[in-house]
Nanobody
Framework: QVQLVESGGGLVQAGDSLRLSCAASGRTISIATMGWFRQASGKEREFVAAISRIGGSTNYADSVKGRFTISRDNAKNTVYLQMNSLKPEDTTVYYC????????????????WGQGTQVTVSS
């Protein structure tokens, strides 16, 4: 019903900025919340940020607060993750996710996932 496609990943140096995009298609009207996760090989998936489609409430992981900003453009069915002051520790694959439920924990119960985009931060 919903497909998500991430873009914007790449190789940057520490301290640089990068903006990830996630374009949703299909029954986008069913989406209540969209978020970003990241997962390095061999590690647990980590919640990064999320935003509600209606109202625009946001939530961030402590590790990215003050550096990352999630935003949305409902007209374009797109969510962005502006990443500033990037650190080598931010290197991993970033995934876009969406869920239908407007309630629940910010980092749980997501229904749709993108394919992921690689972010590499060199020192």
């Amino acid at each position: 019903q919903v497909q998500l496609v991430e873009s914007g990943g790449g190789l940057v140096q520490a301290g640089d900025s990068l903006r990830l995009s996630c374009a949703a298609s299909g029954r986008t009207i069913s989406i209540a919340t969209m978020g970003w996760f990241r997962q390095a090989s061999g590690k647990e998936r980590e919640f990064v940020a999320a935003i509600s489609r209606i109202g625009g409430s946001t939530n961030y992981a402590d590790s990215v607060k003050g550096r990352f900003t999630i935003s949305r453009d409902n007209a374009k069915n797109t969510v962005y993750l502006q990443m500033n002051s990037l650190k080598p520790e931010d290197t991993t694959v970033y995934y876009c996710a969406a869920r239908r439920s407007p309630k629940g924990l910010w980092d749980m119960e997501y229904d749709y996932w993108g394919q992921g985009t690689q972010v590499t931060v060199s020192s």
